[in-house]
């Protein structure tokens, strides 16, 4: 059998191995025309060192072990000098004949194998060595590895060959030295020798540092001393200052701060401590900055409480419209503080829809009860340190948050609002929300301890005011430690109130156009209310006005169209803030066949949803889109499944129903939605669709359906109801169990409300699609049956 001739490529400063990858330059011609062999032959080259000192090579010049190369791709220059090759190392190859032909060198030989015959268990522990050893000296590594092929060495642990001749080829070794490791055939071996040169190179630039850092020191200490010792003479002598003064003054502020006796003894260590340190020294700043920090957090300061009801009464009116709950909850703290002033502070959340007052609020209680206000915003924090300072063993650690405001409050009662509570935010650096336990359980506050100061703290006289939009994302034992109060959106009369006696005068005074006092007529704020907002607060409704404002203000800069007291109308409503954004109402024009009205509730209030069913021909599957969560999607079947067992009372022909299919959808599918409250909506969506009769545009509905067609109690009725009211819809359908809620509803909204309170489907049914005569002839009678069989079952 012929032996294959393989082409040389000779390399010159470096060794090329096995299972390596790498684009190579070729600038001979006896390369480049050995390559142009091996793209013609298809035969694959081979890599072979040229000895040192063989500038013009013959067959003798060349080490007889080489890499044998697979040609991945290639780029010729356009004038044809260089040629850029990428290869992929193979095999080790063995020469055993070399000469030169044609300008270039060829070979023949055969491969050596380098996969078995060695120790797979000792090779992965040179592994794990080698990599623990690159990874506890990284400047070392940098200095002896090429640190390109050191990445692709990392990828490849798991294969012992390919990481041996990868990391060997990443070494900042000599040809020569490299050659050696090529050689060694026993990965194993060959492990070894790399581990080895490693670690020598480790101990060796350990050892020149230690020594390059001790003849420094012994070198630059005595004019170093020397130096700094002069300056901080002459500084002295300037400002005519010494430290012993210092220290008095330190002892002294220790003495009149009224510390606890534990952070005293704390204090007058640390003074003790900076008697010794040389005053310039870096760690006599760190505790003189601790004592400071001692000194200036208030310990026995405190303001007094104006218990005077009458005055906390006209506060919160003159601030804030509405909000019975929460005024009563702070005039009831006032009554006890005055009956008995002992009574540990409240820690209340307050919980609503963003732009309904939470943060002005809680400025308005710590004004009427006498309480100095300091406010942190705990939106995206997600640092324990935040809440509880760093330990003093790092450098440039300051107290956390807590233990700041404090400072900034000045007294030991303050009112601290913690604004955002629900987005609070973990990571590796701790969880905030576990770090604030401590500081709102009134067990324990009395003895906060914060990271910096590391005493206990009472915080027990703090009055804590917290907000958020949801409670969800709240931990459960977070939660259970304080006191929620439900702050729900404005219904259109407070919020016409609002504008007259809050927003529209402070745009007035902001926009420069209270000296003209226009005047706003009531049917203009209804306006901007009604067609240009929508939302459970009033912060779009505020910018809604100044934006009106300020194109009053450019007429009267520009045109001299208006002059004192003009008169802010609809019409120039519509004209200054163009075309209405919403409609008056959201509800349906007109009655539709399969499409249902519901009530939901969101973050920012309450919100109308519209549940669509069609029908089409097919085998009773069913899609849902809308981007539904799992419970929404079981509100489905088992809707459907309840008026597909129910098809004889329904009426519905069930042959039609298993050749069907069933599409049901929610609208604004970018919105993920969730919840069982639906439920009525969908059967009601879903009847509408298979018997073909419309569902009222104007009802509107909220509920759970069981399988056996009980309707159930769902949350957020106050909400629900408002945003009905906001859309125009003023007929509802409630579960019979939350009547009850009705309570919380302000009167104008009850009052312009129709409400059906309902136990069954079949009552739901009832009302949407039959009259008082069908009702008698055959739905009444099966309703009441199912009624009958409910209870029997219960």
Not at 472 to 478: G, M, R, S, V, Y
Not at 511 to 530: M, N, W, Y
Request: glycine share 6%; with cysteine; charged share 30%.
């Amino acid at each position: 059998m012929e032996q294959l001739i393989y082409p040389v490529l000779v390399r010159e400063k470096n060794v090329f191995f096995p299972y390596v990858e790498e684009d190579i330059l070729l600038e001979r011609d006896y390369n480049k025309k050995a390559f142009e062999y091996a793209v013609e032959s298809g035969i694959e080259p081979v890599f072979l060192l040229m000895k040192e000192g063989a500038f013009f090579p013959s067959p003798t010049d060349f080490y007889l072990i080489g890499t044998k190369a697979k040609i991945l791709n290639s780029l010729t220059e356009s004038g044809g000098e260089n040629t850029l090759i990428s290869v992929k190392g193979v095999s080790l190859f063995n020469v055993k004949q070399i000469e030169e032909r044609d300008g270039f060198f060829v070979c023949v030989g055969e491969d050596l194998d380098i996969k078995d015959g060695y120790d797979v268990v000792k090779a992965l522990e040179y592994i794990n060595e080698i990599k623990k050893l690159i990874k506890r000296n990284p400047n070392v590594a940098r200095n002896i590895l090429i640190i390109k092929h050191l990445d692709k060495a990392s990828r490849k642990t798991s294969n012992p060959v390919a990481f041996a001749n990868n990391i060997a080829y990443a070494l900042k070794i000599s040809p020569e030295e490299k050659q050696i490791l090529l050689e060694t055939v026993n990965t194993e071996f060959k492990l070894k020798k790399i581990y080895d040169y490693i670690k020598e190179k480790v101990r060796t630039f350990k050892y020149e540092k230690d020594l390059d850092k001790r003849v420094r020191k012994n070198i630059e200490e005595g004019q170093r001393k020397f130096f700094l010792n002069e300056k901080l003479k002459a500084i002295k002598e300037e400002l005519g200052y010494t430290g012993e003064n210092e220290i008095e003054k330190l002892k002294e502020d220790v003495k009149n701060a009224g510390l606890s006796e534990e952070a005293f003894k704390k204090a007058m260590e640390e003074i003790k401590r900076l008697e010794t340190m040389n005053p310039a020294s870096a760690e006599a700043s760190v505790a003189r900055t601790y004592v400071q920090w001692l000194i200036d957090v208030p310990w026995k300061k405190r303001t007094r409480d104006n218990l005077n009801i009458p005055r906390a009464r006209k506060i919160l009116d003159r601030d804030h419209y509405g909000l019975k709950e929460v005024k009563e909850r702070i005039i009831e703290f006032l009554a006890v503080r005055k009956l008995n002033r002992t009574k540990r502070n409240p820690i209340i959340c307050f919980v609503g829809p963003p732009g309904v007052g939470k943060t002005s609020l809680a400025k308005a209680i710590a004004e009427s009860i006498g309480r100095r206000f300091v406010r942190m915003s705990l939106g995206g924090v997600r640092d324990e340190a935040e809440i509880r300072g760093h330990r003093r063993t790092y450098i440039g650690a300051i107290p956390g948050r807590i233990i700041y405001l404090m400072k900034k409050a000045g007294t030991v009662n303050p009112l601290m609002l913690l604004d955002e509570i629900d987005k609070l935010s973990s990571d590796f650096r701790g969880d905030p929300s576990s770090a604030l336990l401590e500081a709102l359980d009134p067990e324990q506050n009395a003895h906060f301890v914060d990271h910096y100061l590391d005493v206990d703290y009472d915080l027990s006289n703090v009055f804590f005011i917290l907000t958020a939009n949801i409670l969800d994302t709240i931990p459960a034992p977070l939660k259970d430690r304080f006191e929620i109060i439900r702050i729900p959106g404005y219904t259109f009369s407070e919020k016409v109130e609002i504008a007259k006696r809050h927003l529209i005068p402070k745009k007035l005074k902001e926009t420069g156009l209270k000296r003209f006092s226009p005047v706003f007529k009531e049917d203009a704020i209804e306006v901007i209310i009604e067609k240009y907002t929508r939302e459970a607060g009033v912060r779009t409704l505020e910018r809604t006005i100044e934006k009106l404002l300020r194109k009053c203000a450019v007429d009267i800069v520009e045109k001299k169209r208006f002059s004192k007291d003009f008169v802010i109308t609809e019409d120039l409503v519509y004209e200054k803030l163009g075309i209405p954004v919403f409609k008056v109402s959201i509800a349906e024009e007109k009655p539709q066949v399969g499409v249902a009205t519901g009530l939901a509730w969101t973050p920012a209030g309450g919100d109308v949803l519209f549940i669509e069913v069609m029908t089409m021909p097919g085998n009773e599957r069913i899609d849902i889109t809308g981007q539904l969560g799992d419970v929404m999607k079981e509100s489905v079947k088992a809707a459907f499944s309840f008026i597909k067992a129910n098809y004889k009372r329904f009426g519905i022909n069930i042959e039609k129903v298993k050749n069907t299919d069933i599409h049901v959808h929610i609208p604004e599918g970018a919105i993920p939605k969730d919840g069982p409250s639906a439920g009525i909506t969908i059967a009601s969506a879903i009847f509408s669709a298979l018997t073909g009769k419309q569902v009222p545009n104007r009802i509107a509905m909220t509920g759970e359906i069981t399988l056996r067609g009980r309707v159930l109690p769902v949350g957020g009725i106050k909400e629900k109801l408002l945003a009905a009211h906001r859309a125009g819809i003023f007929e509802i359908i409630l579960p019979m169990e939350n009547e009850k809620d009705l309570k919380e509803v302000p009167e104008e909204v009850k009052n312009a409300m129709v409400f059906h309170f309902v136990k069954t489907m079949d009552q739901v049914i009832d009302i949407l699609f039959f009259n008082s005569d069908e009702r008698k002839r055959g739905i009444a009678h099966s309703s009441n049956s199912h009624v009958e069989e409910l209870r029997d079952f219960e």
